[in-house]
């Protein structure tokens, strides 16, 4: 079984967040960058597919020389190799355009991400490489399973949940609870350092969207300790609206 896992750089969510150059522009100084929390759990199922059919993962990420400690991690938790698209990557489009050239250099049985980053939360980029690819893409998948040539997920849906069985290959963007997180040992970090990290450059795709600004959201206001019941109604009523 040979799988493909897509991580995006993202910053920790713990991070305190700053703009720089009149808003357009990520202050990147004393930020903490991790794999994307959704990527994490595609990543976890990856290894323990793995596990039980043998076979490689690869992991790719579109992104610049800054993005290579965090494919090197992906690495020490299981994966056997791991690829770099030399790019920014400036919006969904241009994403999925490289995750599609490589897939198709290649012959992969699936390919996992997350359901979103959690920079942009988008949640597009598992859909327009299915597109591109020409073969399933769902999401957001919360159980898998391999039988054979089968997938078998598990998604909800409003009001309840969604059972999908799908030839392979497919493309599965994937959330909690598909598998617990991955913490890597010492002997996955250790060997991490050895394994294949290629880098290959980009290929033509115009972004289709442009990010102008960035706002951050309005601070948090005071609290208000309210005992009765009654109050408490009139407040969510009058002052908050949202009864």
Not at 168 to 181: D, R, T, Y
Request: net charge negative.
């Amino acid at each position: 079984m040979n799988i493909l896992v897509c991580i995006t750089h993202v910053p920790d969510t713990t991070s305190k967040i700053r703009f720089t150059d009149e808003n357009t522009q990520l202050d990147k100084a004393g930020v903490q960058f991790i794999i994307g929390p959704y990527d994490d759990y595609a990543l976890a199922r990856a290894v323990e597919i793995k596990e039980q059919t043998g076979g490689s993962i690869s992991v790719l990420n579109v992104g610049e020389a800054e993005t290579e400690p965090t494919l090197r991690k992906a690495l020490a938790i299981g994966a056997d190799d791991a690829i770099r698209v030399n790019a920014f990557p400036r919006d969904a489009h241009f994403v999925a355009k490289q995750i599609a050239h490589q897939a198709k250099e290649k012959s992969y049985d699936m390919i996992l991400m997350g359901r979103e980053s959690i920079d942009f939360n988008g949640g597009m980029v598992h859909g327009m490489v299915g597109e591109l690819l020409g073969i399933p893409s769902i999401s957001p998948v919360m159980k898998l399973e391999i039988e054979g040539n089968t997938g078998k997920m598990a998604r909800e849906i409003e009001g309840g949940k969604e059972f999908i069985e799908v030839g392979l290959p497919f493309i599965a963007g994937c959330q909690e609870p598909i598998a617990e997180w991955k913490i890597p040992n010492m002997r996955g970090i250790m060997s991490a350092r050895s394994k294949p990290l290629q880098v290959v450059d980009a290929v033509s795709a115009d972004p289709r969207t442009a990010t102008k600004t960035y706002e951050l959201p309005a601070p948090k206001g005071e609290v208000k300790i309210v005992e009765d019941v009654d109050q408490l109604v009139q407040l969510l009523k009058n002052d908050a609206k949202i009864l």
